[in-house]
């Protein structure tokens, strides 16, 4: 066997293993400190289209709806990973629904995710046409490490 072959072969195995770990894990995931992106919107709208808090593991928002505590369905999610070195970048995008004063909507959410090891606390920001806000992540278990309390918004 080539030596670059063996080499690929390591790298290739430790990425799969690094990101299979991240994917099982069991996350609270919370929007948060949401405000206008455009002149013509307004705060209380933005606070009625914030998804809140959920819980969930990267497989399973990929596959399943989600619901938030404010009632919120997320799904259609797309995940993107960048690793460099301890440094993992994150990006996607998924869909809202909900139900405000009696009337149905629908929004994309565009997610810029950062954070340091495969179970440390994400941050970021998110993004829709009309608003803007916060996001923040932390793990809450898996096999190989204890269950923390979640973030209280």
Same mark, same amino acid.
């Given at each position: 066997?080539?030596?670059k072959w063996?080499v690929?072969?390591?790298?290739?195995?430790? =990425?799969?293993l690094?990101?299979g770990a991240?994917d099982?894990?069991? &996350?609270?995931?919370?929007?948060y400190?949401? =405000?206008p992106a455009q002149r013509?919107?307004?705060?209380?709208?933005?606070d009625?289209?914030?998804?809140?808090?959920?819980?969930?593991?990267?497989?399973g928002?990929?596959?399943?709806?989600?619901?938030?505590?404010?009632?919120?369905?997320?799904?259609?999610?797309t995940?993107h990973?960048?690793?460099?070195?301890?440094?993992?970048?994150?990006?996607g995008?998924?869909?809202?629904?909900?139900?405000s004063?009696g009337?149905?909507?629908?929004?994309?959410i565009h997610?810029?995710l950062?954070?340091?090891g495969?179970?440390? =606390?994400?941050?970021?920001? &998110?993004?829709?046409n009309?608003?803007?806000?916060?996001?923040?992540?932390?793990?809450?278990?898996?096999?190989?490490?204890?269950?923390?309390?979640p973030?209280?918004t």
């Open positions: 066997m080539n030596g063996l690929a072969f390591l790298v290739l195995n430790h =990425v799969c690094a990101f991240m099982q894990t069991t &996350w609270q995931g919370t929007y400190q949401a =405000v013509y919107v307004n705060q209380n709208y933005c009625e289209h914030t998804p809140g808090r959920f819980i969930h593991t990267v497989n928002a990929l596959t399943y709806p989600i619901i938030t505590n404010r009632g919120i369905i997320l799904d259609q999610a995940f990973v960048r690793a460099i070195d301890d440094f993992y970048f994150m990006q995008e998924l869909r809202a629904r909900g139900i004063r009337k149905v909507w629908e929004d994309r997610y810029y950062f954070k340091r495969q179970r440390g =606390v994400t941050k970021g920001m &998110w993004s829709t009309e608003c803007k806000g916060l996001y923040r992540g932390i793990a809450l278990k898996n096999g190989d490490f204890p269950i923390t309390k973030h209280k």
